[in-house]
Structure formats: structure tokens, C-alpha cells
């Protein structure tokens, strides 16, 4: 499972993101801006999950879908709009990666429309929106509980060689 | 459903958790600040959802549960402990009352203790901790989720006799 910010501006909000993969179990995430530089994501807000989260950055949404879709995943955006499906309809216990967008404009057209499905967090409030990185937690932790119903947490999906090569690389960062 | 937070200090984290209520449809919020006065929660940051949800104030932790409890509600709070449920686990499509605990420390000992049971957010990351407002919103949706499955937004519980008189509720708040 990944997630993919696409032109996040406020560094909290990407710490914040960041945050909710780490405590999902999300190692990799993808950091797409075409409109504005890569945000500096201060040591301090972002602390810990930085140095968790493996991050990859791509100037535009071809191709980091492109690179995404080669490693075998189904690329879902959140958008909202009629033909999007509910979070609960979705299958997620696949190779998934989740397109998360701008705090004011969502995911851009160009993300959603090149993506492979369209999701939507039912809501019943007269606000009718989350904050990013609650929206994601919110569709990571619904994976993650597939997850724990399919048996897929059960076993490590690394090997234990796998496993001290992270944990070397966790220990050489600040 | 219900959410109940306790000695919540940060204004902008008491704003958040209001939005993630809002959004998973949540009317009424109870506060217990048995340690410090009511956060002034700044008209600007909560704009919206301090609108739409309901708050009552509790000085203490028996005030406010004893109320829910007359009321029929069951009360979960989240707390770290070997004897937490998974939220997956937890029937929520009963009338839950769901407590969240200072961005520090979590929930207080006595309300974890006088709670008729604890549930936590299965979590896999090296953190092992979400924003407050994030966890919430993880338990909330999970709980729209379980109401969706089972069918319970089908029909408003609202009467239209209700429904009007919430409509002027809200029309004469700022």
C-alpha cells in the first residue's frame, strides 16, 4: 500500500500525512508537485515519520502513475464527484496506492482522471470535507482493517534479512 | 454516537476533532476539563463545525458519564492497554460514546477505568501514536462503516418537525 500527495503545500499537512502512514504501516510514500517546489518538511514538525516513511518525488502525475502502475499497483484518487465509489466498496487489500490532494482543490483532474478508480469518504456533516491527512488516515485505517480481516497481517511480509537491511538504513538517518 | 474529549488543551486540536465529528455526522460533543478552564475555541479555526455540533461541558468525569449512562449510552474510551479491544472488533452501531484523551498523556486513569470498555487503533507504524482529531475520525468512520452494513442510514432518525427545528437552531447562530 502507498500514498500519493500531490501538490500538498503546508508542511504540517504533509507531517501530518506522514504521521497517519507511519501509524498505518505505510513505508513508502510518493510525493508528486508540479506546481510549486518540494515542500522542506522541517526536521522538527515532521520528526519521527520522516525518518520512517521512504519518500520519492515526481515532477507530474504521468509519471509517477506510470511507475506505480510498473510495480503492479492500482492507483485509487479521492475526489469527489458522482461516479466515486465509497471507501467501504473498495477492495484494498490489493496493491493499492491512495492519490491524496491540495488542502483547497483536491486532487488535480489530470490525477483523477488517469487514475484507475474514483473514492470518496462517505460524510454526513454540513462540512463535507476532512483535513488531509485525516481523510487518509480514515482510508488507510479502512485497509488496514481488511487487511486484519483477509489473515494479511499474520505474517511479516519481509524476510529477516529484509528486516535488519531496514533497520540499518532507519539507523544511519538523523 | 457520541464523542467525549478530555482535557483537550490545543484550541486547534478541540477545532479538528469537532470537524471529524461533523463530518462522520456526530451532533453532540461532551468536554470534561477537570484541570484546566474551557479552551476558548477561537471563532476563526473552529468556523464551521463548532456551528453544527452540539457541546456540553462536564467539570468531571462521573458528571459526564453518569449522564451518558442515563441516557443509554455504552462508553469506549481509547487507552493503550493490554486489555483494549481492536476497534475493529467493537460493536459501534449501538449508541457509543466514544472518549479521546489530552494530546499528551491520553485518557485520564479514572475515565479509562470507569469506561465500560477500552478500544484502541490497531497500528503498525514506529510511532505508535495519531493526532488526536486523526484517531478520532479512524473510530468515527469505523463506526459509519459498521451503519452503513447495517443499514441505519437509510432513514434520517430525525422527524421533519426535527429537522425544522435543528434548521432554526443552526439559522440563528453566527
Not at 49 to 72: I, M, P, Q, S, T
Not at 138 to 166: H, N, P
Amino acid at each position: 500500500m502507498t500514498v500519493v500527495m500531490e501538490n500538498i503545500h503546508d508542511p504540517h499537512n504533509v507531517s501530518a500525512v506522514l504521521r497517519s502512514c507511519d501509524a498505518a504501516g505505510v513505508m513508502d510514500v510518493q510525493l508528486i508537485y508540479t506546481d510549486v517546489d518540494f515542500p522542506d518538511i522541517g526536521k522538527k514538525s515532521s520528526a519521527s515519520a520522516k525518518k520512517w516513511v521512504e519518500l520519492r518525488r515526481f515532477k507530474n502525475v504521468n509519471d509517477c502513475y506510470k511507475k506505480l502502475h510498473e510495480e503492479g499497483f492500482t492507483i485509487f484518487a479521492t475526489h469527489l464527484e458522482k461516479k466515486a465509489k465509497s471507501l467501504f466498496d473498495v477492495n484494498m487489500t490489493k496493491k493499492v496506492a491512495i492519490v491524496v490532494g491540495n488542502e483547497h482543490e483536491g486532487v488535480s483532474l489530470e490525477a483523477a482522471q488517469s487514475a484507475d478508480g474514483i473514492i470518496q469518504i462517505p460524510m454526513f456533516g454540513m462540512i463535507q470535507s476532512l483535513n488531509v491527512s485525516v481523510a487518509t488516515a480514515v482510508i488507510l485505517f479502512e485497509a488496514v482493517r481488511q487487511r486484519i480481516a483477509a489473515g494479511q497481517y499474520d505474517k511479516s511480509k519481509y524476510s529477516d534479512m529484509e528486516l535488519t537491511k531496514l533497520l540499518k538504513t532507519w539507523a544511519m538517518k538523523e
